[in-house]
């Protein structure tokens, strides 16, 4: 059990009694104590009390005696709460035999969908579908740990009006050529060069509508060209992916055009509940609360005046097809916040269609995008936006090039394995340890940094560890007695405890930044530890326990990164 929930547990009969009913104790770390609770406060103002009071009413109903050295009112009302040595020796000992670290499956596992990554056929990944990819990526391990069923769904942008031109193009290629250069990866100047004949050549945009006619139409000959399209850009997605290590694969792909059977369903049905308004020749739903600029009622175009169906009747036939025939109660969208409207239109046609209904429920996972040092949108020389393996592969040959420079008698090969794993983990680290609303820079230096809330610092601490057991030639005694004798021991204690608290907010939150801290702070606390407690030079009774420590220390650093998506190093 965390620290928190143990003293939550103890404090919430005591605030029920004052309160005469139940209050949240509101419990967490304090820079004064260990802990404290802040909710006398909130409670004081309910019932009319000096906090003061409320507080020490409530101290005085607390069990506490057993689990805290201290219990005291402090300031304005808070409780600030010194766990008893004792009670850390006790819980930590349960740490050591828990390979979950103090995290226990859920007791209501759910069936979760997790749509993320989704690029476009035939256009390159860019630094947008760098983030959703990552933070898609933690999401499920994270919500897989726990024990809930996981479907990953790789909404692909797979159809719609561009693949006639894509498709001419490719015909006029001729099929080897074209799967040729959509093998280098080459994705967007195969999509640039459809779309410069397409704006010049009346003739190629006249072959570029009948492919819409004849792929819409089943036209096997067409399909088989668009096909060709979409395997081609899986395959060359699957090696990036590959590269971010990410755990998204080819069984995952399933792109809009999975949906097309279901689009004419979704219309007749929204017109049989009354939903279905016609404007302009086209069909759409106004959901209620969603207003243009002029406050004029925004619509949800579920088919367009041309007959054909968009991006909003796919999500619709998607969500239902999630919570109808997967079950799921859970759906989660990693698409960045300019979709934000989008999405929230989507939940309210859902909502009103009876396709979304408690115990299900869809969330907007949006994300803000990454800025260049100049707080600008992340861009190429050329204006362009960044490829996201230039981005990969940059990261890389830096933190190479780092690696060789600190440890030049490094060979090339583990240079090579270094270089990957702290270049991809900086990406990623520096993309989840922020809150993921926000923009952030891309800011080579600061993420390939060995200082700071950065994946290379928690990789060295993590190496660092592994090194101590090296040299000790041994592992830590598993049942030594946890001894407490440094302020600094005790600081690592408490923070090895919080591990627990901090995945079970995470797992409504999905705010990995929340976890990315906690790491942070854990590598901290431990490399302040090491620096004042000798271990392998510290009598026989300090030693087991300090190692015991550190041991535990690398399996949480070591799980929190896995977590996130990013490698550890046994040596740096
Ligand atoms: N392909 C879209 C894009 O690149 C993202 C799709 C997100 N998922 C969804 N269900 N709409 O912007």
């Not at 104790?25 to 003061?52: E, I, K, M, T």
């Not at 004949?197 to 089943?218: C, M």
């Not at 809009?256 to 049989?272: C, H, K």
């Not at 930044?513 to 702070?521: D, K």
Request: glycine share 8%.
């Amino acid at each position: 059990m965390d620290l928190e929930k143990l003293l939550s547990d103890r404090l919430a009969p005591a605030f029920a009694a004052v309160a005469g009913g139940p209050v949240d104790p509101l419990v967490r770390r304090s820079p004064r104590a260990d802990f404290q609770s802040d909710a006398p406060l909130a409670l004081a103002r309910r019932l009319g009390r000096p906090p003061r009071d409320v507080a020490a009413a409530v101290l005085e109903h607390a069990v506490l005696d057993d689990v805290c050295e201290s219990a005291e009112v402090s300031g304005p009302g808070f409780l600030n709460l010194t766990v008893a040595d004792r009670t850390l020796t006790d819980l930590v000992a349960g740490l050591v035999g828990d390979a979950r670290l103090g995290v226990p499956p859920t007791a209501a596992p759910q069936t979760v969908v997790v749509d993320y990554s989704a690029p476009n056929v035939a256009k390159e990944m860019h630094v947008g579908h760098l983030r959703s990819t990552v933070i898609g990526d933690a999401a499920v391990r994270l919500l897989d740990w726990l024990g809930h069923r996981v479907v990953r769904v790789n909404h692909l942008g797979d159809w719609g009006t561009p693949f006639g031109m894509l498709i001419a193009h490719l015909a006029d290629l001729g099929e080897a050529e074209a799967a040729h250069e959509l093998s280098m990866g080459d994705l967007d100047g195969f999509y640039r060069a459809a779309r410069a004949k397409f704006d010049a050549d009346e003739a190629f945009r006249e072959r570029s509508r009948q492919r819409v006619v004849a792929l819409q139409g089943g036209d096997e000959r067409t399909l088989r060209l668009w096909r060709l399209l979409v395997e081609q850009s899986e395959r060359y997605f699957l090696t990036v992916y590959d590269l971010l290590d990410v755990t998204l694969t080819e069984d995952d792909f399933r792109g809009e055009s999975a949906y097309n059977d279901l689009l004419p369903g979704i219309v007749d049905d929204l017109d049989r509940l009354g939903l279905l308004v016609s404007s302009g020749g086209a069909d759409c739903v106004f959901p209620p609360g969603f207003g243009g600029r002029d406050g004029e009622p925004l619509p949800l175009i579920v088919r367009k005046s041309d007959g054909g169906y968009g991006y909003p009747a796919t999500d619709l036939a998607a969500l239902r097809q999630r919570t109808g025939e997967l079950g799921a109660t859970r759906l989660l969208y990693v698409v960045g916040l300019p979709q934000r409207q989008h999405f929230a239109m989507v939940f309210a046609v859902a909502r009103a269609a009876g396709w979304l209904c408690p115990p299900a429920e869809a969330e907007h996972l949006g994300f803000g995008s990454i800025l260049g040092t100049d707080g600008r949108m992340l861009r190429s020389r050329a204006g362009e936006s960044v490829k996201l393996v230039g981005l990969l592969e940059e990261a890389v040959a830096r933190a190479t090039d780092l690696a060789r420079a600190r440890n030049p008698e490094l060979d090339a090969e583990a240079a090579a394995e270094i270089g990957r794993a702290v270049g991809v983990g900086a990406v990623k680290y520096a993309d989840l340890s922020t809150d993921r609303r926000k923009d952030y820079v891309l800011d080579w230096e600061r993420m390939l940094s060995l200082d700071g809330n950065t994946a290379p610092y928690l990789q060295y601490a993590y190496a660092r560890i592994r090194s101590v057991f090296r040299r000790a030639g041994t592992d830590a005694r598993r049942d030594a007695p946890i001894v407490l004798a440094q302020p600094a021991e005790r600081a690592l204690t408490v923070e090895l405890l919080g591990f627990g608290a901090v995945v079970a907010e995470m797992e409504r939150s999905l705010d990995f930044h929340q976890l990315a801290g906690y790491l942070h702070r854990l590598a901290t606390t431990f490399n302040a530890f090491y620096e004042r407690c000798p271990v392998l030079r510290a009598p026989d009774e300090l030693r087991e326990s300090r190692l015991l420590l550190a041991e535990l220390t690398a399996r949480t650093l070591r799980q929190g990164l896995h977590l996130l998506g990013i490698r550890t190093l046994e040596r740096m």
